[in-house]
């Protein structure tokens, strides 16, 4: 199963606090409070904590924008363009902004998944994962193109993903369930 995506096309939730708006790719299963991982956009537009996520591994990736510091208890990390940072979901971080900046965001149940989160520039395939083109133009294994704001979510099927332009860049997750 596979489900291609795009950013104009993903439903937005504002944030609670007011600081900002997530954009959800998928939570899986579909319709589980309980999700088993969850791959999202976010665009931060003020300073402020993040929810925490007990039991929750997590993998942020700035995508845009300008500098975001995150700051706790165990020291402080500046984000930088297209590099993920994984955190456990249990750290109380609060994030202090310069502008706006967006990102994106894989968060996986500690008990029964796990992600790994790269940016490729050459051909990429996993049995499960979430893809996101960064830039270029990409082709999947069924023949899809993929451009700039656009990419798949995939479980349980063998997906390669292919560049097809000399400056492609992809965000791509590898997800794998702990047996």
């Known amino acids: 199963m596979s489900t291609r995506f795009a950013y104009d096309q993903l439903p937005v939730s504002r944030w609670r606090n007011g600081g900002g708006e ?79 900046c967006e990102d994106f965001n894989i968060m996986t149940r500690r008990d029964n998944w796990r992600s790994q989160v790269t940016v490729e520039q050459k051909t990429a395939s996993s049995e499960n994962g979430v893809a996101w083109v960064l830039a270029g133009e990409w082709q999947t294994s069924a023949g899809e193109m993929l451009e700039v704001n656009q990419g798949i979510w995939w479980l349980d099927e063998k997906l390669h993903l292919a560049p097809q332009t000399s400056d492609a860049r992809l965000l791509f997750v590898t997800l794998s369930r702990d047996l």
């Not at 924008?65 to 590099?83: A, I, K, T, Y």
């Not at 994984?86 to 750290?91: C, D, K, L, S, V």
Request: no cysteine.
């Open 22 to 100: 997530t954009r959800e790719i998928v939570s899986y299963p579909p319709g589980d409070a309980q999700f088993a991982w969850r791959a999202s956009i976010a665009t931060i537009s003020a300073d402020g904590p993040f929810s925490p996520f007990p039991g929750i591994d997590r993998v942020i990736t700035l995508l845009h924008g300008d500098s975001v510091l995150l700051r706790g208890d165990h020291g402080e990390h500046f984000l930088q363009p297209h590099r993920p940072w994984p955190f456990p979901g249990e750290w109380a971080i609060e994030a202090r902004i310069r502008g706006s």
